[in-house]
């Protein structure tokens, strides 16, 4: 059962005081969800697992049973970067970063805030050249100006860079820069359109 019940250990967790939870019945299903009713952490959100200690209470019933005796440990998911360095800003969708702990090939890896498109620096015409140039210069003052960079659900994204919800000092750069008219939602599927026909 502790084959099942492995727990991949992340970076940030919160402990948990010893408490009885010797009433407390938990069920576990054969796709490899454990369902704890009697704990309750919803700060954490939905994305954090249980290091627990269990007896089995029942191996007819579906699903199994079981009594809690203890939670050592609440386990949350390693999908959050705090940037430690700005390396530079490109234009006003890409930035390099570096983060401590990371391996040398990802040192001063390219950034893309999700959600938003901004002009092209070398861009169709000089009308596109210009706007980047202002998107630029608004998205280096608001990642230089930040005391912290957040990211937040990373995935990779084309040409070796990381897409990411990018909060400075805990609001949406994505969303700064297209309130402010620098950019326009985009959620890369679609094809961009020209800024040139502006």
């Known amino acids: 059962m502790k084959n099942y019940l492995s727990i991949l250990m992340f970076c940030m967790f919160t402990t948990v005081l010893a408490q009885d939870f010797s009433d407390c019945k938990a069920t576990y299903s054969l796709d490899g969800k454990l369902?704890?009713?009697?704990?309750?952490v919803p700060e954490l959100g939905d994305n954090?697992?249980?290091?627990v200690d269990m007896e089995q209470l029942s191996i007819t019933e579906e699903p199994p049973q079981f009594i809690v005796n203890n939670i050592t440990s609440i386990e949350t998911e390693k999908n959050y970067m705090l940037v430690d360095e700005l390396v530079s800003v490109y234009d006003g969708d890409t930035f390099k970063i570096n983060i401590t702990g990371w391996p040398p090939i990802l040192s001063e890896i390219s950034i893309r805030p999700r959600g938003v498109d901004t002009p092209e620096i070398n861009g169709d015409c000089s009308f596109e050249k210009n706007l980047a140039q202002q998107a630029k210069q608004f998205t280096s003052k608001q990642l230089h100006n930040a005391k912290n960079i957040e990211l937040h659900n990373l995935e990779r994204g084309k040409y070796f860079r990381i897409v990411a919800d990018v909060l400075v000092d805990g609001k949406n750069l994505a969303e700064l820069i297209i309130v402010n008219n620098y950019g326009r939602f985009y959620d890369g599927n679609e094809k961009r359109g020209s800024w040139c026909e502006d």
């Open 35 to 40: 369902h704890i009713p009697c704990v309750n």
């Open 48 to 51: 954090y697992q249980f290091e």
